[in-house]
């Protein structure tokens, strides 16, 4: 397949997705790995169609396939897993993704109602790493945050923020958390912090302790916890910003203020952990013994969720493309289902929204040998007939559809940079539909 020509279909007029909107303003470093990805795009073998949807208004999945030999689904999650419990859709429930979205000039989540004015105390329910970037984003010291690619409205409204407390909640222990170290770390290094950890939480089971032993990191992520809880003063000083790790609970309601309508606090239900026979992990029970913890806003970050397309093998309940190595198979279970060649998956839409870039890129070498492996063996035969590029142009003019080259995404780059210039940061996003869409074509 060397002599392969590759299209990128992208919804946003934007490329890099979770690198643009899901990594944290103030985690620069991660971000250069759109480098490596420009000098891709820049492949006179690759073209960029941005502002390009999955679906009736775009481009539909049989159509695609109809066009292209081999077709790669890498949408990711862009939805969010719901608790299922009472006072979910109160206003100030917000899900992480949401509010990352928000914070990082997404324009599907400019005009999200975040208010962040009218309570001290926010609850986030989650304790990985994007419970911690958003966190950390309500805590950070603003001076700092004005630094980074942080968009406008978000810094703004950070900087008029009330928000003093931010209680992490996890349904497991110290010894379960989902965090990194290096994430919980940085949360902990924040200047001026009160850190809060009941160090009766510390307290570790035998099963605990074989768990942390077959786990470096979550080993070094509980010894992070323990440092703190040993050190930390036993009250906070007036007006300094805190950190509350809650372990051990789940959220059983969200309770309603005094007009129903608005979240005003979190009612848990304290839990103990079980070992699950079959996984050999322990998981979170409920005790029947509550306490209610106030706030005025609430994160959930408790995983994010694919969605399907038509014509689309999509299982329901995992959140995934049943696959095989990346191969897409229609029918379960998927070892005995049938391949539907020429169409394979990667990523979140593959696996399921865990891991870092670097598991991505590995999750992507795997689904690219497949395609290589079934070249090999001839399942890609080459039909002349498909049209490729001009076919896709075709269908996009047939539908009125402006899309965006990578021409038009180095226009919306150069403009977001020199904007950023003025005001001494490394970028001042455009959030907006319309506007990216001007700049983009002008």
């Known amino acids: 397949m060397k002599a392969a020509k590759v299209d990128i279909i992208d919804r946003l007029p934007t490329p890099f997705g979770l690198v643009r909107s899901g990594v944290a303003p103030d985690h620069p470093e991660t971000k250069i790995v759109v480098n490596q990805f420009s000098r891709v795009a820049g492949n006179e073998r690759c073209s960029f169609f941005g502002n390009v949807s999955l679906g009736s208004h775009g481009v539909s999945l049989s159509e695609l396939r109809q066009l292209y030999d081999v077709v790669v689904l890498a949408y990711g999650a862009e939805s969010d897993r719901s608790l299922g419990v009472p006072g979910e859709d109160l206003g100030g429930v917000y899900s992480a993704r949401e509010f990352v979205w928000w914070y990082n000039g997404h324009p599907d ?255 992507a070498e795997e689904t690219v040998e497949s395609i290589l492996e079934d070249e090999k063996k001839g399942l890609l035969i080459s039909d002349s007939q498909k049209l490729g590029r001009q076919g896709l142009l075709q269908i996009l003019e047939n539908k009125g559809v402006n899309y965006v080259p990578f021409s038009g995404w180095q226009k919306i780059d150069s403009e977001e940079k020199l904007r950023g210039q003025l005001k001494g940061k490394p970028r001042d996003k455009i959030t907006d539909w319309e506007e990216l869409l001007r700049v983009a074509n002008a």
């Open 109 to 363: 989540c400019k005009a999200m109602p975040i208010d962040l004015k009218s309570t001290d105390a926010a609850v986030v329910l989650g304790q990985g790493n994007v419970a911690l970037d958003v966190a950390r984003i309500l805590l950070r010291p603003t001076a700092e945050l004005a630094a980074t690619d942080i968009a406008d409205h978000a810094l703004a409204a950070l900087q008029e923020s009330t928000i003093r407390k931010v209680y992490l909640v996890g349904r497991r222990g110290p010894a379960q958390a989902a965090c990194t170290a290096k994430e919980l770390r940085e949360i902990l290094g924040i200047k001026d912090l009160y850190v809060h950890i009941q160090e009766s939480d510390l307290v570790k089971s035998q099963t605990d302790e074989m768990e942390l032993e077959n786990s470096r990191i979550r080993k070094r992520v509980f010894e992070l916890f323990a440092k703190r809880a040993a050190s930390h003063r036993s009250n906070a000083i007036k007006g300094q910003r805190e950190l509350h790790f809650i372990f051990f609970r789940k959220p059983d309601r969200f309770l309603p203020s005094d007009s129903g309508l608005h979240v005003s606090g979190v009612r848990l239900e304290k839990t103990s952990l079980k070992e699950n026979g079959e996984s050999g992990r322990q998981v979170a029970v409920g005790t029947g013994q509550f306490d209610d913890l106030k706030c005025g806003m609430v994160l959930k970050s408790i995983g994010y969720k694919s969605v399907p397309v038509d014509g689309l093998p999509f299982d329901m309940h995992q959140g995934i493309v049943p696959n095989i190595r990346g191969r897409v198979v229609n029918g379960a279970p998927p070892e005995h289902a049938a391949v539907e060649h020429g169409l394979y998956v990667v990523g979140w839409l593959k696996r399921g929204p865990t891991g870092i870039i670097a598991t991505n890129l590995y999750c």
